[in-house]
């Protein structure tokens, strides 16, 4: 009985993983468009002041910032933290959006490790599951199920193992 229900739960688990798996490149697609919407909107709320920084310092935006900081007015001290916060933004989403130039595994490690973000959040809520059957969907899935597959199998061989030890140990026989 008990091979029974350890056949059939690794099959779902294996048919899960294998979903999973499939989804995984449209959910990457999904977050790449929106990470380059950000991009897209962060610019051009920057090309504002990139005009101002082409036009009085040489196109220096750091400049621009400086001079705005340096000012005695409050309102261009302000002005210059938000100046900076939307250039810090559009750098930060170029790197991300560079490290997204790699091969799927790299960029599908890249997801992971911004897993916490809100872009990946908002991707997360708005993700509309969809299976798209070409390769490297069917590669990530078989892939994504066999790695949970292998990994369920030794934790419930170390788990078997454990329990026996347990049982040696305690001298504890099963009737």
Known sequence: MYSVIKRYSLQLVFTFSLLIGLQLPSFLHQYETRLQGHFTEAQAQLAKFQSLADLYFEGNLTALI?????SNENVFRDEAKVISANYQRV????????????????RLLNLIQHVNSPIVKQTWQNY??????????IVVGVS??????????IMLGLFKYAISYVFRRFNVTLN
């Not at 750098?91 to 091969?103: E, F, G, M, S």
């Not at 994504?144 to 199998?153: N, S």
């Open 66 to 70: 400086q001079q705005h900081l340096n």
């Open 91 to 106: 750098k930060t989403l170029q790197i991300q959006i560079d490290q997204l130039q790699q091969p799927l595994w790299h």
């Open 128 to 137: 509309q599951a969809n299976i798209v059957l070409n390769q490297q969907a």
């Open 144 to 153: 994504v199920a066999i790695i949970l597959m292998v990994i369920l199998e």
